[in-house]
Every structure is written in structure tokens, then in C-alpha cells.
């Protein structure tokens, strides 16, 4: 078996509040991840879910326990995942392809070589007809599928993805997951997924991690 990618050990995070009480989103929580692995992550509203994804990803700072990715502990994770939110979040004066290299406009990365980069994802993905579309002219699943694609060229390797279909009709919905299925089998990419549906949970998933409220 190989080594993890990413170990989390022991981790907790409490939040101060104005009247000076705590609240405890994280106790003691542990989890391993393998290279190529896709772990869905569920449970009830206000578990903790996306409080772990902030903080693996660096927006948010633990107030104990380590992370560890590929063997070495990060303290500082900003900029090592791709995180995608539920809402796409693309930027409407930018155009598809646009969007896409966002990321690595803040990488500053040539813009030559991140526009080859973009091109090659929307042709190895059938979507070059939509390259120069904004987003007020897309459907949900299209802004998704733009927002995966934008999330995956930031870093293909792990990627975080908070109930991204959430939001979307169940025909559309259905379409996406196989359309992940496809990605992923593309990019070999390592994966931890939110959702709040078992279905979808034991379709995509590889293993599937329950958190409750503390």
C-alpha cells in the first residue's frame, strides 16, 4: 500500500464567541487519505464539514492537531489544493476560458502559457464552443463543469470540492457525477468530497466518512 497523501491527526477547532463561550466545531478529528483516493465526506448541517475543508486548504487555522501532505507537516496549506466551493463563483466580465486561468493569474503564470493550458482542458473536455461565453449565458451544470475545470488547472493533484452539485436539478446533477467519474479517471486525482447525499456518496466514492455534531 502506499504512503498517504494527506494524514490529519488529532485536529479540533474551536470558535470564541462575542459572550466569551466557545464552540467546538472539530474534536479530536483523524483521517488518511491515499494517492488517487475518493473520500466522501457526510453529515447533518453544522458538523464541522466544511470548517475541515477550510482548514486543510489554509483558510482557516486549527486550534490543535497536525496536517500532513505527501510526508511533511504544512502549517501553511494555502495555494496545495484545489478548493471548489458549492457556488461557482465565476467572475461575469470574464469569459470561460478566462475564468478557467484564474488561478493562475494569481500564480502569475505567463498568460501564453496558461491560455495553452485552458484550451487543452476545454478540448479535452468537448467544451471549446463555450470558450469565449460568459457566465450569465451558461446553465448551472455548465458553471460547474467551468468551476471543476478552473479548480483542476489550479491543482490537478488534490482537490477539495464543498457539495458542488448541491444546488442543481437531479437530471443535471446525474450528468455531472458521470461527468467527474470521467475527469477524475482522466487526472488520477486525489479527492474529498462534501455531499449531503448517500446516493451520490456511494456512486463517486472510494470510502465515505461520517462526522456528527459535537
Same mark, same amino acid.
Request: proline share 4%; aromatic share 8%.
Given at each position: 500500500?502506499?504512503?498517504?497523501?494527506?494524514?490529519?491527526?488529532?485536529?479540533?477547532?474551536?470558535?470564541?464567541?462575542?459572550?466569551? $463561550?466557545?464552540?467546538?466545531? !472539530? %474534536?479530536? +478529528? *483523524? #483521517?488518511?487519505? =491515499?494517492?488517487?483516493?475518493?473520500? /466522501?465526506?457526510?453529515?447533518?448541517?453544522?458538523?464541522?464539514?466544511?470548517?475541515?475543508?477550510?482548514?486543510?486548504?489554509?483558510?482557516?487555522?486549527?486550534?490543535?492537531?497536525?496536517?500532513?501532505?505527501?510526508?511533511?507537516?504544512?502549517?501553511?496549506?494555502?495555494?496545495?489544493?484545489?478548493?471548489?466551493?458549492?457556488?461557482?463563483?465565476?467572475?461575469?466580465?470574464?469569459?470561460?476560458?478566462?475564468?478557467?486561468?484564474?488561478?493562475?493569474?494569481?500564480?502569475?503564470?505567463?498568460?501564453?502559457?496558461?491560455?495553452? $493550458?485552458?484550451?487543452?482542458? !476545454? %478540448?479535452? +473536455? *468537448? #467544451?471549446?464552443? =463555450?470558450?469565449?461565453?460568459?457566465? /450569465?449565458?451558461?446553465?448551472?451544470?455548465?458553471?460547474?463543469?467551468?468551476?471543476?475545470?478552473?479548480?483542476?488547472?489550479?491543482?490537478?493533484?488534490?482537490?477539495?470540492?464543498?457539495?458542488?452539485?448541491?444546488?442543481?436539478?437531479?437530471?443535471?446533477?446525474?450528468?455531472?457525477?458521470?461527468?467527474?467519474?470521467?475527469?477524475?479517471?482522466?487526472?488520477?486525482?486525489?479527492?474529498?468530497?462534501?455531499?449531503?447525499?448517500?446516493?451520490?456518496?456511494?456512486?463517486?466514492?472510494?470510502?465515505?466518512?461520517?462526522?456528527? $455534531?459535537?
Amino acid at each position: 500500500m502506499p504512503a498517504p497523501k494527506l494524514v490529519i491527526k488529532n485536529l479540533s477547532k474551536n470558535y470564541l464567541l462575542i459572550n466569551n $463561550k466557545t464552540v467546538t466545531a !472539530l %474534536k479530536n +478529528f *483523524n #483521517l488518511s487519505v =491515499f494517492p488517487g483516493e475518493f473520500v /466522501s465526506i457526510i453529515g447533518p448541517s453544522g458538523c464541522g464539514k466544511t470548517t475541515l475543508f477550510n482548514i486543510i486548504a489554509g483558510v482557516e487555522k486549527e486550534t490543535s492537531g497536525t496536517i500532513s501532505l505527501d510526508g511533511n507537516i504544512e502549517n501553511s496549506r494555502r495555494g496545495k489544493f484545489g478548493y471548489m466551493f458549492q457556488e461557482p463563483l465565476l467572475l461575469p466580465w470574464r469569459t470561460v476560458e478566462e475564468n478557467i486561468v484564474l488561478g493562475l493569474d494569481v500564480k502569475k503564470v505567463p498568460k501564453a502559457i496558461s491560455l495553452k $493550458k485552458a484550451r487543452s482542458l !476545454l %478540448k479535452e +473536455f *468537448n #467544451l471549446e464552443k =463555450f470558450k469565449d461565453q460568459y457566465p /450569465s449565458t451558461l446553465s448551472g451544470g455548465m458553471k460547474q463543469k467551468v468551476a471543476l475545470l478552473r479548480t483542476l488547472l489550479f491543482n490537478d493533484s488534490f482537490l477539495l470540492l464543498d457539495e458542488p452539485f448541491g444546488a442543481l436539478d437531479q437530471i443535471t446533477r446525474d450528468s455531472l457525477q458521470l461527468w467527474l467519474k470521467k475527469v477524475l479517471k482522466k487526472f488520477k486525482t486525489t479527492m474529498l468530497f462534501i455531499t449531503h447525499d448517500i446516493r451520490e456518496a456511494k456512486l463517486l466514492s472510494d470510502r465515505i466518512i461520517q462526522l456528527k $455534531k459535537n
